[in-house]
C-alpha cells in the first residue's frame, strides 16, 4: 500500500540592483512575502541567510546582466513541516565561496557562517550564466 503525502509549494522571484540598497529590498519583498506564512522564529532565519547571501552576492560577486542580482525562494508544505529553499543568483565570482574563519576584530568574514548555523543545508551552482548560492531551512 502507498501512501500519498501531500506537498503544498509555492515560489517567488525577485530582482534587486546589485547594491546595498538592493539588499534591503531583497529582505523587505521576502519578509513581506513570507510573514503570516512560516513561524516568526523560521522567518528571522529565512530574512538572515538572504541577507547574507544577497550581501555577499553584491560584494564579492559580479552582477546578473543589468546590474541585479536575483533573489528566488520556494516555500513547501508537506506532512513533514515546512522548508524554505533561498536561492541567491548572481554574475559569478573568481572562487567559489566558503565559509572562511574570522577573528573577533574582523569586521566581517561571518556570512557563510552564519548561513552554515542556520540552514539545513546550502551549497553553490554554477552554469555559464553565473552562480547560485542556495540554502534549504527548516
Known amino acids: 500500500m502507498r501512501v500519498s503525502t501531500a506537498v503544498a509549494e509555492s515560489a517567488w522571484c525577485v530582482v534587486v540592483p546589485h547594491h546595498a540598497r538592493g ?3 531583497a529582505r523587505h519583498r521576502l519578509a513581506t512575502a513570507l510573514a503570516g506564512a512560516i513561524p516568526p522564529a523560521l522567518l528571522a532565519d529565512v530574512i ?10 553584491v560584494r564579492h560577486a559580479e552582477p546578473l546582466p543589468g546590474g541585479v542580482v536575483r533573489l528566488a ?25 566558503r565559509p572562511r574563519p574570522a577573528n573577533v576584530e574582523d569586521p566581517d568574514g561571518r556570512g557563510l557562517t552564519i548561513v552554515e548555523a542556520l540552514a539545513d543545508r546550502w551549497g553553490v551552482d554554477r552554469d555559464g550564466l553565473g552562480q547560485s548560492v542556495w ?3 527548516s
Not at 80 to 97: I, K, N
Open 73 to 97: 525562494w520556494r516555500l513547501r508544505t508537506s506532512d513533514e513541516g515546512r522548508f524554505v529553499e533561498v536561492r541567491v543568483t548572481d554574475g559569478g565570482a573568481p572562487q567559489l565561496p
Open 135 to 137: 540554502a534549504e531551512l
Open 48 to 57: 538572515s541567510v538572504a541577507a547574507e547571501l544577497v550581501a555577499n552576492a
Open 23 to 25: 539588499a534591503r529590498q
